[in-house]
């Protein structure tokens, strides 16, 4: 069984700068994509970032230049180093790995809340 857990979420003045975490367990053989989501009240869920197994990045435009995304394989685990934050970057920040076990599946953290006041 695989299980995704994020941290790193919380409350952050505009300006400010966050980093996340998500780190898998479980009986993993190989991760390919790992990506980042975010969903505002009532908005739909949307791509934020995705980093390939070989490194290759990208990006929302909304969040070009500001946010980096990152993964240390060994861990398992993707990063998202949120910087220049603003207000409309609050929303419940979920991150998904394409996983494979004895198949290959999509696996999604539990989500972590980031607020930014203005």
């Known amino acids: 069984q695989v299980q995704l857990v994020e941290s790193g979420g919380g409350l952050v003045q505009a300006g400010g700068s966050l980093r996340l975490s998500c780190a898998a367990s479980g009986s993993i053989f190989s991760i390919d994509v790992m990506g980042w989501y975010r969903q505002a009240p009532g908005k739909q869920r949307e791509l934020v970032a995705f980093?390939?197994?070989?490194?290759?990045?990208t990006y929302a435009d909304s969040v070009k230049g500001r946010f980096t995304i990152s993964r240390d394989n060994a861990k398992n685990t993707v990063y998202l180093q949120m910087n220049s934050l603003k207000p409309e970057d609050t929303a419940v920040y979920y991150c998904n790995m394409q996983i494979r076990t004895t198949y290959r599946g999509s696996y999604w953290g539990q989500g972590t809340q980031v607020t930014v006041s203005s």
């Open positions: 980093i390939t197994s070989i490194g290759s990045t």
